[in-house]
């Protein structure tokens, strides 16, 4: 019967689809993000002053030198791989990262930034854009979640009415 009932109340229009789309614009955009490795020289180092200014030299000369100073000096995440941290969205960087990378450049190195966990320098790998998924695509995944909320609401509903024109008897023998 419920079967009965999704089939009867169930449709989703192309017009809904696309209201669907326009309405929630933030739900089709990938994020940009950020290809990032890094460098991070912990707070307790005793020689900070002589790392930073020995990192700053080498990759003001060279900066393809990165990973060799990561596995060198960073305590970091990454560090004995070279400093490679990974991709990320640029809106989930820590305040301190995010300020130091204004308008980040691919193959460019920044730093030192200073944070609690320590002094860091960072290398952009790549930059990512943030891109709109196009109408065309996202369709089947709207007409989906539209259909899906369609059916619990029926559902709810046709379980409602069952329960308010439920007659129950009991019988009891004799």
């Known amino acids: 019967?419920?079967?009965?009932?999704?089939?009867?109340?169930?449709?989703?229009?192309?017009?809904?689809?696309?209201?669907?789309?326009?309405?929630?614009?933030?739900?089709?955009?990938?994020?940009?993000?950020?290809?990032?490795s890094m460098i991070l020289l912990a707070p307790d180092r005793q020689d900070m002053d002589i790392a930073v200014r020995d990192i700053e030299n080498i990759l003001g000369r060279d900066v393809s030198r990165f990973g060799e100073l990561a596995r060198r000096y960073s305590s970091g995440p990454g560090?004995?791989?070279?400093?490679?941290?990974?991709?990320?969205?640029?809106?989930?960087?820590?305040?301190?990262?995010?300020?130091?990378?204004?308008?980040?450049?691919?193959?460019?190195?920044?730093?030192?930034?200073?944070?609690?966990?320590?002094?860091?320098?960072?290398?952009?790998e790549a930059r990512h854009h943030a891109v709109e998924t196009k109408f065309e695509t996202a369709v089947p995944a709207i007409r989906a979640k539209l259909e899906a909320e369609m059916r619990k609401e029926v559902k709810r509903r046709y379980v409602e009415m069952l329960r308010r024109e439920a007659v129950i008897r009991y019988f009891f023998p004799e």
């Open 1 to 36: 019967m419920l079967f009965r009932q999704y089939n009867l109340h169930v449709t989703v229009s192309p017009r809904d689809v696309h209201d669907y789309y326009r309405d929630h614009p933030d739900e089709f955009m990938q994020p940009e993000t950020l290809e990032l």
């Open 79 to 124: 560090g004995g791989g070279g400093g490679r941290i990974g991709t990320i969205e640029r809106s989930r960087l820590r305040p301190e990262f995010a300020a130091a990378l204004v308008d980040p450049a691919p193959g460019k190195w920044y730093g030192p930034v200073k944070t609690p966990d320590g002094t860091a320098f960072l290398l952009v």
